[in-house]
């Protein structure tokens, strides 16, 4: 079946720096893939998306770029501020449909120093 | 911003009752969704449901499981007999049905199996 795997946290990084989290995935034909980002005491927000292979989502200063030859959907930020400390998902949905349930990896919980 | 709200946030209940978690999805979203997620373990998809019915449900979602949109704005998963596995976070999510399909998810409501 689906499978999504990311990088094992904490990751801790001074502000400023430069973030790179890990996401690869299994999936049968071309699923759409997401990143969410959960803050404490809060819900699974929506970060950013892509459809189809290239594609490139961004959203706050955070990148990702769909490789399909690679299977992957790396989550990317240049510059990271204290306000980004969070637990970040990477999902896919294999068929894109609105019936269609995410399958999730293990989530990365992010810490920025200042 | 419209958001997904979710009651009670936290639900304390004893083993083999029956509880009932409810969601209210944004306005004019038409599919609609469950989760879990285990203390440590990753997000995992229950049910989806659209236009009155079940749209999709995993393995873990048995015949212990049920969900419900008793009016036009609740959405309600119930448990039947409550075992101590079926201790999690519970969130609701719902989606707009359009193009991408992508899902916005409430805080969560914590139920603990005693």
């Known amino acids: 079946g689906d499978s999504v795997t990311q990088m094992e946290g904490p990751v801790t990084l001074s502000e400023e720096a430069f973030l790179t989290i890990n996401c690869t995935y299994t999936?049968?034909?071309?699923?759409?893939l997401f990143w969410y980002v959960q803050y404490p005491g809060e819900g699974l927000q929506l970060l950013l998306k892509?459809?189809?292979?290239?594609d490139k989502g961004s959203n706050k200063g955070f990148e990702a770029t769909y490789r399909k030859e690679t299977t992957s959907f790396h989550l990317e930020k240049g510059s990271v501020q204290v306000s980004d400390s969070a637990v970040y998902f990477c999902?896919?949905?294999?068929?894109?449909?609105?019936?269609?349930?995410?399958?999730f990896g293990k989530g990365t919980h992010l810490i920025i120093q200042p | 911003e419209p958001e997904v709200t979710q009651t009670p946030s936290h639900q304390v209940t004893q083993m083999g009752q029956e509880v009932i978690l409810r969601c209210v999805p944004i306005?004019?979203?038409?599919?609609f969704y469950w989760y879990r997620q285990i203390l440590g373990q990753k997000v995992e998809f229950l049910v989806s449901?659209?236009?009155?019915?079940?749209?999709?449900k995993s393995e873990i979602f048995d015949d212990q499981f049920s969900v419900e949109r008793p009016d036009g704005s609740n959405f309600t998963l119930k448990i039947r007999s409550t075992k101590l596995e079926d201790s999690a976070m519970y969130f609701c999510?719902?989606?707009?049905?359009?193009?991408?399909?992508?899902?916005?998810f409430g805080p969560g409501t914590r139920l603990t199996v005693t």
């Open positions: 999510a719902s989606s707009p049905g359009t193009s991408g399909y992508e899902q916005y």
């Open positions: 999936a049968t034909g071309y699923p759409s």
């Open positions: 892509a459809t189809k292979a290239d």
């Open positions: 999902a896919l949905s294999e068929r894109g449909g609105g019936a269609d349930g995410l399958t």
């Open positions: 306005s004019n979203h038409l599919y």
């Open positions: 449901f659209y236009n009155n019915e079940i749209s999709e």
